[in-house]
């Protein structure tokens, strides 16, 4: 049995020990620096509180990271090298060579680097893109993804509001998007991005939009925002392709719907709308990811698309600042 322990106790933290709970894997515990949030966790998901990271490596088979983003570095190196296989929140690193180095060290250590690119695991975008590859609605032309929410609202170290710790908006909240869009319509050729925030460095909040060039000629327009007043948070989807639309629009409580064009100008004469059961994507996630690691399985997610998405939000920055389009391979 593969014992797990998590590193970071807030909200990211609590979202994977109940996960790990639902798969055969031990959860054997967690690590913060904050040990009330350490006790909120234990309390709910079992397992013991580590007295420092060394110690919760040495004693598991999977270290599950879920500390902020400019130590993700510090403790994927420190895993690999111990020879313990890792789950890393996004985004993977803070650097695009800190990525390079992590994915590295783990190929050379032999042990695996998955990523929480969660929103591969959410239901409705997991449908779209199931869509897509059976060619429903033909070739992807324009994805159009909006993901907004209010500002993170934290009592302990509010690490989301020091851009050196966090990226900012576009690489900790937008890189979802990124990753999905290039997931549903390949590579990125360029990447052109403006934000409120550069206009207005003291705004509390930001918003930005970007527009993404696809080597297959389809274009991707996404938006970001972390200005909504808590505890407001939207996301919308729609993929237009040349047999159809996909969409899934922010005030919508059911998962997409489909729209395509009728083989012959004839329509259904009664239309029947349809929902998945749901399951929480975060345990969702942690189930595939336990298959990978106990089984070898295959994973939706791989440590390269991390490290692409990271390309991507960094094009989007580098965007920001130059005000011109952006290669990935440029950052």
């Known amino acids: 049995m593969l014992r797990v322990g998590v590193v970071g106790a807030g909200v990211m933290g609590a ?4 996960g790990w709970r639902q798969t055969p894997a031990e959860f054997a515990g967690v690590f913060s620096l904050y040990p009330d949030m350490v006790q909120s966790v234990i309390e709910t998901c079992g397992g013991q509180p580590y007295p420092d990271v060394d110690a919760l490596i ?18 994927v190196m420190k895993a690999a090298a111990a020879g313990k296989h890792v789950v890393c929140e996004k985004p993977l690193a803070r650097t695009v060579s800190q990525a390079e180095e992590m994915i590295a060290a783990c190929e050379q250590a032999g042990v695996k680097l998955l990523v929480g690119h969660v929103v591969r695991y959410f239901p409705q975008y997991a449908q779209a893109k199931a869509l897509v590859d059976r060619g429903e609605v033909g070739d992807v032309a324009v994805v159009r993804l909006t993901r907004a929410s209010a500002r993170p609202q934290r009592t302990h170290d509010n690490w989301f509001e020091d851009t050196d710790k966090s990226g900012g908006m576009i690489l900790d909240l937008m ?20 934000s409120a925030r550069a206009a207005r460095p003291d705004a509390r909040g930001d918003y930005a939009i970007a527009i993404l060039r696809h080597t297959s000629g389809a274009i991707s327009n996404l938006e970001g925002a972390s200005a909504y007043p808590p505890p407001l948070f939207r996301t919308s989807l729609q993929i237009a392709g040349s047999r159809g639309l996909i969409d899934h629009p922010a005030e919508s409580t059911v998962p997409i719907r489909v729209t395509l064009m009728p083989d012959g100008n004839r329509a259904p004469t009664v239309a029947v709308p349809s929902s998945p059961l749901l399951e929480e994507p975060y345990t969702t996630q942690l189930k595939e990811f336990y298959d990978v690691l106990a089984h070898d399985a295959t994973p939706r997610v791989t440590a390269h698309d991390a490290l692409m998405a990271l390309r991507l939000a960094f094009a989007a920055i580098r965007s920001v600042e130059t005000g011109r389009p952006v290669s990935p391979q440029e950052v």
């Open 175 to 194: 890189l979802h998007d990124f990753d999905y869009a290039r997931w549903v319509a390949g590579e990125v050729e360029s990447v052109f991005c403006k």
């Open 15 to 18: 979202l994977h020990a109940a």
């Open 58 to 75: 040495e004693d598991v088979d999977v270290v599950d990271i879920c500390a902020p983003t400019h130590v993700h570095h510090e403790l």
